[in-house]
């Protein structure tokens, strides 16, 4: 591994010095198949991040812009590479004619995705080519696939630096080699890091944040990359997400989103603790923040005693969302969901024999290699069930490297395209239903801020995580107030404000 020393290096030199041909690999790109063995190597946490002493005011005079794609993890990295980035003394720039470096964020879900971002990455040629100094960089899910690092090397000899998901507390080093080095900066690690605490955030807004509380996923479903992107489960320690949490509510935040990719396994990865997620909401509902989301659930993981936790209310809001992906139990099984259909509506009833309103989410992938009608038509009749407040829905997008990719497909895409249809249409109908069931109703909103298309309007959210539209004074931003329910439409609701909560 290339990195420079502790003396300062001549930037400007280096940076003229920088010529297309000169680019070259510094590292073995990741391996997908490394990425999936999962080690027995216990998750060591290390408390000591800092920025070296050679990086700290790297960036003074110059500004950073993160494009951030993809999922609220991603999100949250990229609140973490700010962080990061403004300790070494950088600032954000309003746009990307004006950033020093740009880094691309990406994800790796689904094929459309990916295709946005090599889109992107093309146009940041000409960016490159007016401005040689700038630094453009490419992390996240993308960077930890093979054929995506192969392809930057090969296409797109324009960006600087590639980093991986189990990297980014390396940016400071990383971002060194990339300015004093002549050469395409790649470091990717296939197996999965450990765990890094106390990196620098720069949260956006002060009204909600994430919150991790688990990296990785080991349920390989038979579809999905992030397995492979993520690495294997690890939680981090109970004391240090309950610490943060306290921190937060220390500073005004009124809403915290738990994020992993399947939080329902928080905890079965500690050897020395019996601490499961539900112990761990049992013990974060106790901290004064008025309102704590979760995402994402699965539902194999779902048990009894989170069921009973969440009932408790409080802060714990009434939504969940619970991924289904599919309604019939063959799908399901050739998907390795590890649940039956059955199984997952029995789950339901439980959940909603425990917690009357709570608001049910979901995602769904039609399409799957080799789905029939009948199949499909299982997918609607358990969405109608269920009775979803709403649905984020896919077609299947094959990932190279996953098992699914390599199944028969003999289902058209016209088809895949019509049943994405038809089942959006009935969950926008159900959508409807539920908000139109609402109208009239007096909600608790906490205030996020103007509407995104009208600065007179001020929009909420309810526990429920339902947005709703209404006039009022922008000193309720923040805040939470009771509205009533006027108009109810299939993705927003509107209002009109009854009372500031505790007035
Ligand atoms: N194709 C389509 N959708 C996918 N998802 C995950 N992998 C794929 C894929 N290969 C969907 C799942 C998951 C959500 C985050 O993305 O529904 O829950
Ligand atoms: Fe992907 Fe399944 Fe893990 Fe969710 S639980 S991240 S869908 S492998």
Redesign the pocket.
Known sequence: MTTSGSSTPDLKSAQKSKSKKDYSIYFQPPSLKEAKKRGKEEVTVHYNFSIPEDMEGIGRGKRYLVRTYG?QMNEHDSETISGILEQMGYAPAKDETEADIILFNTCA??ENAEDKVFGELGHMKRMKYNNPNLILGVCGCMSQEESVVNKILKSYQHVDLIFGTHNIHRLPHLLRDALFSKEMVVEVWSKEGDIIENMPKLREGSIKAWVNIMYGCDKF?T????PYTRGKERSRRPDDVIAEVRELARQGFKEITLLGQNVNAYGKDFEDITYGFGDLLDDLRKIDIPRIRFT?SHPRDFDDHLIEVLAKGGNLVEQIHL?V?SGSTEVLKKMARKYSREHYLELVRKIKAAIPHAALTT???VGFPGETEEQFEETLSLVEEVGYDSA?T??????EG?P?AVMEDNVPHEVKKQRLQRLMDLQNRISLEKNLALQGEVVELLVEGESKTNPDVLSGRTRTGKLVHFAGDKSLIGQFVHVRITEAKTWTLHGEIVTKVGV
């Open positions: 999922c879900i689904r479903c579809y999905c990359i992030v994402t991924p992906q995602d769904i992938i984020y896919f077609i299947y997008s094959p990932r996953t699914a």
